[in-house]
């Protein structure tokens, strides 16, 4: 362990910078007001707002619905149910039709007028002879 000795103080700082930087990401989602749930659950907590020690606004979430509750103090107090979530709130957009093709518009060769044209018998001469 003797060859390690000239690089004890580098593994201390990177160990230390390690510590540092799990701290700071566990502090930055305790600070996060959104509380996730497991994956696939029909119920949840949506988001939480702290009002003072002991009442807390608390939104949760129940098969696409969310129910606004007032937690803590005296008594819990419902202050808003069915709110239909954000994907529910979009409107349905139907699907675009499908483009129908169009022919494009013939350029007018000779302008606004036509020359006036005749007809021509075919002739059968062989250009040979």
């Known amino acids: 362990m003797e060859f390690l000795q000239p690089y004890y103080t580098v593994i201390a700082l990177i160990l230390i910078a390690l510590v ?3 701290g700071a990401a566990m502090i930055i ?3 996060n007001g959104r509380v996730r749930g ?3 659950s ?3 907590i949506a988001e939480y707002y702290e009002l003072d020690k002991t009442r807390r606004l608390v939104l949760i979430r129940r098969d696409d619905v969310e129910h606004l509750m007032l937690v803590g103090g005296n008594q819990d107090v419902v ?3 069915n709110i239909p979530t954000a994907s529910m709130n979009q409107p349905q957009i139907p699907p675009p039709p499908e483009p129908q093709m169009r022919q494009a518009p013939r ?3 000779f302008g606004a007028t036509r020359p006036p044209l005749r007809p ?3 002739s059968f001469q062989d250009p040979n002879g």
């Open 29 to 31: 989602r305790s600070f």
């Open 20 to 22: 540092v930087l799990v």
């Open 38 to 40: 497991r994956r696939g």
């Open 79 to 81: 202050i808003e149910s």
């Open 120 to 122: 021509v018998a075919p």
């Open 42 to 44: 029909r119920l949840g």
């Open 107 to 109: 350029p007018a060769v």
